[in-house]
Every structure is written in structure tokens, then in C-alpha cells.
């Protein structure tokens, strides 16, 4: 059974870097069948799909373009982990996020598991 | 982005058969997947691909599509079966991979 355990502030100062990460057990970063989302949500936004890391013989990135150019994910193989940073953020980006596991089966796709969410306010 | 619209909210009676639609034009090519979600906690995936239950989804949920709607239905739905339900499935727009619905509060009576 896949569990996915976030750590991390709950309290971000504005124009400063949102840092998230996301331990795994059940299951490997560097699996071959799964990727790593973020996820937030927000009562404005909704559910909204940030991006994604994952390897398959190296390591692969993809970003929403709502945080494109601002975000960075990153992986620790030894700790089993991702991490999410977030640049520059403004209110607009307090919202719960969900760190999540991505399953592929064309023309399937869907998050199995998810983590306990975090709910990250930006606020001076 | 490509949009998935659901119906805001939806009521069913205890016991009774309640289905709540998703429509938007990623689903003519992409499956939906279903996620259940209560008050304070991270979603929960019910429904993926054609029509497959993750296990301890009880048998009662079940989904369907046709062109550009995805649907779930809950038959017999329960009073622990009132939550948020949100669809999901891959984005086609090129500016994300996924694309969430905007959730159906539904209301067991």
C-alpha cells in the first residue's frame, strides 16, 4: 500500500519560496510506472494540476503553465522523496497541496494516491 | 486549458440511484477518473479507466462515458457516500497534462 507523508510551512511570507516535500513508502521515486504530482486546491482555483516528476532511465519534469517558470521539483532516491519549491509567491497562492501518485494506462490516467495535503496560507 | 464542467451539487435519497456528469472535450479521447472527497481530507480515488473500482471501492459506484460526458453513478448510495466529487482526466490544451472538474456536491437525504 502506497503512503504518501508530507512535511513542511504552513505559513509562507510573500515574495518568498514555498517548500513542500512529500516522503513515499510502497513504492520507489525512481519507479518506472508511476509519477510524482502537486496538486493544489483552492475555493478560487479549484483542483488544479501543477506538475510532475518521474523517471524512466532519467528524470522527467513537466509544469502547469499557471506555475511555469516558478517552480522547481525535485527527487532524493537515498530518502525516498520529492520536494516542491514554489518562487515568489502572492496570496493567490494559498491553497492546500497534494503531493500524488500519477498511474498511466493510455487512455487511462489517474492519481492513486494521494498525500494528507498541506494547507499553505501566504501571508505578511 | 481545457474545462470539465460538473453540475454544482446534486441530492439523492437514502438508498436511491444518483448520477453525477462530467463534459468537457478532453473526454472524447481520455478516460475519466472519479475522486471522492470529504470535509478536510485529500481526495479519493473511486473510479478509473473504463469502468474499474481501486480496491475497498464498494461495488455500488460505477462509471460510464459517451462522447464528451464521463458519468458516475452511486446505486444505493449511502449516507457515508456524501462528499465532494470531483472528475479528472488528461488535458489536451498543452498548458497542463490534467485538468480537474469543478466538483458536484452531492447530499445524501
Known amino acids: 500500500q502506497v503512503q504518501l507523508q508530507q512535511s513542511g510551512p504552513g505559513l509562507v511570507k510573500p515574495s518568498q519560496t514555498l517548500s513542500l516535500t512529500c516522503a513515499i513508502s510502497?513504492?520507489?521515486?525512481?519507479?518506472?510506472?508511476?509519477?510524482w504530482n502537486w496538486i493544489r486546491q483552492s475555493p478560487s482555483r479549484g483542483l488544479e494540476w501543477l506538475g510532475r516528476?518521474?523517471?524512466?532511465?532519467?528524470?522527467?519534469?513537466n509544469y502547469g503553465v499557471s506555475v511555469s517558470g516558478r517552480v522547481t521539483f525535485n527527487s532524493d532516491t537515498s530518502k525516498n522523496q520529492i520536494s516542491l519549491q514554489l518562487d515568489s509567491v502572492t496570496p493567490e497562492d494559498t491553497a492546500v497541496y497534494y503531493c500524488a501518485r500519477g498511474i498511466t494506462a493510455r487512455p487511462a490516467y489517474y492519481f492513486d494516491s494521494w498525500g494528507q495535503g498541506t494547507l499553505v496560507t501566504v501571508s505578511s | 486549458s481545457s474545462e470539465l464542467t460538473q453540475d454544482p451539487a446534486v441530492s439523492v435519497a437514502l438508498g436511491q440511484i444518483v448520477r453525477i456528469t462530467c463534459q468537457g472535450d478532453?473526454?472524447?479521447?481520455?478516460?475519466a477518473s472519479w475522486y471522492q472527497q470529504k470535509p478536510g481530507q485529500a481526495p479519493l480515488l473511486v473510479i478509473y479507466?473504463?469502468?474499474n473500482r481501486p480496491s475497498g471501492i464498494p461495488d455500488r459506484f460505477s462509471g460510464s462515458s459517451s462522447g464528451n460526458t464521463a458519468s458516475l453513478t452511486i446505486t444505493g448510495a449511502q449516507a457515508e457516500d456524501e462528499a465532494d466529487y470531483y472528475c479528472n482526466s488528461r488535458d489536451n490544451s498543452g498548458n497542463v497534462l490534467y485538468v480537474f472538474g469543478t466538483g458536484t456536491k452531492v447530499t445524501v437525504l
Open positions: 510502497g513504492d520507489s521515486v525512481s519507479s518506472n510506472s508511476a509519477a
Open positions: 479507466g473504463e469502468n
Open positions: 478532453s473526454l472524447r479521447s481520455n478516460y
Open positions: 516528476t518521474y523517471y524512466r532511465s532519467k528524470w522527467y519534469n
